[in-house]
Structure formats: structure tokens, C-alpha cells
């Protein structure tokens, strides 16, 4: 599957049925596994074999899929996770403990944001916070010697910022550590941050690759490009024998290209236990099946409805970044070939009030706490998201009180256009 194209990729990778097989990913619903011997299932527990034995560490359904995502990536292995949330902490935690250092990006899901700033924190994982667009010199000088992990966003959710993916990577590796990135909004489809050097890829599938709002999900997957052993005082989880695992070695015995997987599903998904359920995997593969036709629909949404705006006079500014007049225009170009998304924010003359009449008069897009699915919606941040905020943290936030954040779904521009043109006439 690996020579196909990634269209291709989209709709058939990670299951291939054998003679009168199911032609669709069967839902293993079971948690458990039979054996025939105590000495066939004990291969099993010692990694000797490969196969299952409990769906909290592994299940058919979900390993299809997850080698469907790992191959969109190009990476070597992946995994499903029961929400984004889950994925980004644990390829952080895989690699990271008590000690540890994160240099990380600024730019970031607010989810994001408090796992790495408050609960890792906690866990006595400490983090210095970057800008996105920071100079190399900038990048260089966060790294401290307990530095385990750089982390960012290709699109930032929501502030849309977009990650210079190649200078991080060079900054990671300079200092002898891996790349992780969020790639949910612009997905495989537009962006494979591998490509770029990024080592590690994470998503919540909750999004577009999803794609119609059904179910919260998770997914990690590892490039097999980083060189563990290369650094082996700097990942000892990965680099010397695991007692809680029968003494194995991850990096000897599973090599570049399986180590952090493994890991993660022996001994951070048997620890913590954030599956994602078989339903839920066999309805990502739905999604995921149709991820390469959607997503050019999204962009192309999001391209006319942040043209439109930008053109209009109750409008005081719009942030998409296949704008010519986006900050990170030729950076999005470079990596995501236009605007990446379907996700646009701008900020209407009028505040808070303006926002409100505005959306109140929407007939299309509806109002809701969520982005990238088949349906447009959108969210005032001041009255909604943020609404603890007084106007002038909002300001400083970077947040104005008349921002509206509007995922662009996969309806006809032309009425997703005419909904703006008569809700700006409030
Ligand atoms: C939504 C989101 C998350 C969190 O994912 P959940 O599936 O909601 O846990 C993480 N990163 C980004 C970029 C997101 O948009």
C-alpha cells in the first residue's frame, strides 16, 4: 500500500481482506482474545508474538485503522487514542518524566496549552513556551538540558498561526530531541509534517478526519526516523530494559521504526487506558475514507467566505492564512499550499454586541463549541469560550470582543456567502 497515492491511501490503507473476508473494517467487539494454550498467550504478554489479548492494549478494528492514518502520515506505526487530548499527552509522556523540559510552541489548542502549563506541570514536567514564528536564535536559546521534546501545531487551533515546520525540526534535532506535531487541521490531505522532519505526529481525529461531528478520537504516529539510541542518556524509557515489561529494551527489540509505539501501547496505554472504542474507530474509517475529497472542499469554502469578508465594510480584519494579506501567506503556501483548512476568524467592527447581532441572524452556520466537521457553525470566543475574560484580557489575548471563529463546511459557497451577506445587514 505504501506505492499507492494517498487518495488512494485514504480508502484503502491498513485493511486488506483476504479471500471471503468482509470488504469493510469489522467491529471487533470483544475484549478479550482465546488462546488454546497458557504458552501461546504468554508469547504475547513477553512481545515474542505479535496478536491480542485485551482490547485496552490492542484491537483489530483499531489497529486498521490506526496503520490507515500511520500511512496517510508515512510514518512506521501509530496508534488510536480515545481523544486528541490523550494523543498529545501521551507522545509527551512516552518521552518525558518528572524533570523532564518541553519547549513548546505558544500558539496551541487551549486544551493543549493547560495539559503542558497546569496537570504536566504537576507531574513535575516543566515547559518554556516559544512563538510560532520565532527566530532560530529564539528557538535555540529555549532548550534547557532536561529538554525531552519540542512540540507545535501546524495550524494553531484557533488562532491559525502556521508553524515554520522545518526550523523547529532543526532546532529538535540540534539539541538531540524530537519533533512533535499537531497536524489536525490541516491533516494529511494537506500537510505530512514527516516530510518535513517532524518526528512524531499527533492528532485529534475528532476533527476533519472524522469529519462529520460522530465521534471523539484520537491518533499518534511515529516517522521512525529518530534515532533513540543515538541519544540513549536523554530516553532511558526507550533506551534501557523496561522492568514493568519483562526487562525489554523498546529501542533494541522494536528498532527506529517501532520503539515509541510499542512503548506507548505497552506501557502508557496499559497504564492509563485511553483506547478509543472499536464503534468509534470503524466511524473514523468512514471518515477517513473520504478525508482527500473533502478537504479541498473545506479550503475552497474557507478561501471564498475569508475573501468575501475581507471585502466587507462592518468587517475590521480577517485571519486566514491563504490570504495575501495573512501573516503567514508564503508560509502556508510552502507547506499546506494554501489556506490548509476550513477554518476562518475575523473580528467585526461593533464589539461584542456586533458579534452577537451578527450571529443571532445566521440561518446556515450554527452556533457551536466545535470546528472542522460537514456542517459550517461558529463561535463568539468573548461570549462563549472565553467569557471569564474581562474586554481588556480579551484585547491582550489577542481576542477582541467581535471575533468570530467560523469553520467553513462543505455547503455551497454561494449560500454560505449569501448566510454572511444577510447576517452583516443587522
Ligand atoms: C480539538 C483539538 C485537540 C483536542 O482534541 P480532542 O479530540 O477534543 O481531545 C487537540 N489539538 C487540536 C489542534 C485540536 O483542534
Redesign the pocket.
Known amino acids: 500500500m505504501s506505492d499507492y497515492r494517498l487518495n488512494t491511501k485514504c480508502v484503502q490503507a491498513g485493511y486488506t481482506p483476504s479471500n471471503g473476508e468482509p470488504r469493510q473494517i469489522p467491529i471487533v467487539q470483544s475484549t478479550t482474545f482465546k488462546y488454546d494454550t497458557s504458552e501461546d498467550m504468554g508469547k504475547l504478554f513477553d512481545l515474542e508474538a505479535s496478536g491480542y489479548f485485551y482490547t485496552r492494549l490492542q484491537n483489530p478494528t483499531n489497529d486498521h485503522v490506526a496503520a490507515k492514518i500511520a500511512a496517510l502520515e508515512g510514518g512506521t506505526a501509530g496508534m488510536l487514542t480515545s481523544?486528541?487530548?490523550?494523543?498529545?499527552f501521551y507522545s509527551l509522556f512516552n518521552i518525558c518524566e518528572c524533570g523532564s523540559h518541553i519547549v513548546s510552541s505558544s500558539s496551541?489548542?487551549g486544551?493543549?496549552f493547560n495539559l503542558i502549563s497546569v496537570t504536566m506541570k504537576k507531574m513535575g514536567i516543566d515547559v518554556t513556551f516559544v512563538a510560532p514564528d520565532a527566530s532560530e536564535e529564539e528557538l535555540n536559546a529555549a532548550f534547557k538540558e532536561n529538554t525531552r521534546a519540542v512540540f507545535g501545531?501546524t495550524i494553531?487551533?484557533p488562532a491559525l498561526t502556521v508553524l515554520d515546520i522545518e526550523k523547529y525540526a532543526k532546532a529538535a534535532h540540534a539539541h538531540g530531541v524530537p519533533l512533535i506535531i499537531?497536524n489536525?487541521?490541516p491533516t494529511p490531505v494537506n500537510c505530512r509534517p514527516i516530510e518535513w522532519g517532524a518526528d512524531i505526529v499527533?492528532h485529534?481525529?475528532?476533527?476533519y478526519m472524522d469529519g462529520h461531528g460522530a465521534a471523539?478520537?484520537?491518533a499518534i504516529v511515529d516517522s521512525g526516523k529518530f534515532d533513540w539510541m543515538a541519544h540513549a542518556d536523554l530516553f532511558p524509557g526507550l533506551t534501557t530494559p523496561d522492568d514493568s515489561y519483562h526487562g525489554i529494551t523498546y529501542a533494541e527489540k522494536f528498532g527506529k521504526e517501532g520503539a515509541f509505539i510499542t512503548k506507548a501501547t505497552a506501557q502508557i496505554m496499559r497504564d492509563l487506558g485511553s483506547i478509543q472504542s472499536p464503534q468509534n474507530a470503524f466511524i473514523l474509517n468512514l471518515g477517513l475514507e473520504s478525508l482527500h475529497v473533502r478537504m479541498p472542499r473545506h479550503v475552497e469554502n474557507g478561501q471564498a467566505v475569508a475573501e468575501f469578508l475581507e471585502g466587507h465594510d462592518k468587517v475590521e480584519s480577517v485571519n486566514y492564512p491563504g490570504l495575501k494579506s495573512n501573516k503567514y501567506y508564503d508560509v502556508a503556501q510552502k507547506y499546506l499550499g494554501g489556506g490548509g483548512c476550513g477554518v476562518v476568524s475575523f473580528v467585526l467592527k461593533g464589539g461584542r454586541p456586533a458579534a452577537e447581532s451578527f450571529m443571532k441572524r445566521l440561518k446556515l452556520a450554527a452556533i457551536e463549541t466545535h470546528?472542522?466537521d460537514a456542517r459550517t457553525c461558529c463561535l463568539n470566543p468573548a461570549t462563549s469560550t472565553h467569557r471569564q475574560m474581562t474586554e481588556a484580557q480579551l484585547n491582550a489575548a489577542g481576542i477582541p470582543a467581535g471575533m468570530v471563529r467560523m469553520s467553513c463546511g462543505l455547503e455551497d459557497k454561494a449560500d454560505l456567502i449569501d448566510d454572511l451577506k444577510q447576517a452583516l445587514e443587522f
Open positions: 481523544s486528541g487530548q490523550a494523543a498529545n496551541i489548542y486544551g493543549t501545531e494553531a487551533n499537531d489536525t487541521f499527533t485529534s481525529t475528532t476533527k471523539v478520537g484520537g470546528v472542522a
